[in-house]
């Protein structure tokens, strides 16, 4: 059985000491995956046709071409977003534009209403019909006060449900009064509440939503022990039983597909106590193939793995070709 995960970071660059396209790419395969979609938010990101070109040439230098996809950023710049569709429409290798409608790593966020309005108009206005990947976290609705480092699972409180939620109402009101003709993805969904708005959508508008292992294996609990800042993750993780029903949801066919959301780094960057700086993200590439080996004990069959893991991805991505 193969595999596509649409949702890595592969770091290189200035980045290379956390990972590489080549490491990801050795780790991918290693684990029955056979396509890989490389986020934007690399340093510096991917945000030009210039860019692109130069990561391409990285991948193939590695020896990594075949497999291997990216993402573009976008910003709230019309011109920029113009040049991201050209770059789209003239280079397969691009699967995709990305919108970190909330702050994560790196510097791509954009909070305002009316900033991302002009995304959506503006991609409309170029009849963009690829799929803008939306990291769905509302800002405004933060409460980082409550984050404590010597407890990691308030990371949860800090970055709560509603912010998610929020955001993906705000989305979808965008696509749909901007004239939006392309999909509208929600990566690394975490709450069923978000699930089930995604899913009541899906009559009205091309809307899709993906899950992480992380968020349906790991929950708030398992950021109690001695090395609980290492689950340190946007969106955070939630309590076991909103991950319980996370997989009822996978389970029962309402969402998509499978992520892994792999986001590698440092142990001192991720580290405490001392000096790290809590970092978030989880390398979930690594046990791939032991996660989807026990979605199959918990009841799984092997037509729905090969739906969430390859199929469903590779109809809305038809420039994949492996």
């Not at 890989?36 to 990101?45: A, G, K, R």
């Not at 991302?116 to 799929?131: F, I, K, N």
């Not at 969904?189 to 899709?208: C, F, H, N, Y």
């Not at 992520?259 to 993200?281: L, Q, R």
Request: aromatic share 8%.
């Amino acid at each position: 059985m193969k595999h596509i995960d649409p949702h890595a970071h592969c770091r290189d660059w200035s980045q290379s000491y956390k990972a590489t396209i080549k490491s990801t790419m050795e780790l991918a395969r290693s684990q029955g995956v056979v396509a890989i979609f490389d986020m934007p938010n690399t340093e510096p990101p991917i945000l030009t046709s210039a860019l692109v070109e130069r990561r391409l040439k990285t991948a193939q230098s590695e020896n990594c071409l075949d497999g291997y996809y990216l993402y573009m950023g976008v910003t709230s710049m019309p011109g920029q977003i113009k040049e991201a569709v050209e770059t789209y429409n003239s280079n397969g290798k691009v699967i995709g534009f990305k919108m970190f409608a909330g702050r994560s790593t790196g510097e791509l966020q954009i909070s305002g209403i009316e900033q991302q309005r002009t995304v959506y108009e503006t991609l409309a206005s170029c009849d963009y019909s690829g799929v803008l990947a939306v990291h769905c976290e509302k800002d405004s609705l933060a409460r980082m006060e409550l984050w404590e480092p010597k407890r990691p699972s308030t990371w949860s409180l800090a970055r709560p449900a509603e912010m998610e939620l929020e955001s993906v109402k705000d989305q979808i009101a965008l696509a749909k009064r901007s004239g939006f003709k392309g999909t509208l993805h929600i990566p690394h969904i975490t709450t069923p509440e978000a699930v089930l708005l995604v899913d009541g959508e899906r009559k009205g508008m091309s809307i899709t939503c993906g899950v992480t292992p992380h968020h349906i294996s790991l929950s708030t609990d398992d950021m109690s022990g001695n090395d609980g800042v290492s689950f340190k993750v946007n969106p955070p993780l939630r309590d076991r039983k909103t991950a319980m029903r996370m997989k009822e949801l996978l389970m029962g066919g309402k969402i998509d597909w499978i992520e892994t959301d792999h986001a590698p780094h440092s142990a001192e960057e991720k580290s405490y106590p001392g000096n790290g700086t809590f970092m978030s993200g989880i390398p979930s590439l690594a046990s791939y193939s032991k996660f989807i080996g026990g979605l199959l004990k918990d009841g799984f069959t092997n037509a729905q793995i090969e739906d969430l893991t390859y199929n469903n991805i590779k109809k809305r991505f038809t420039r994949v070709t492996e």
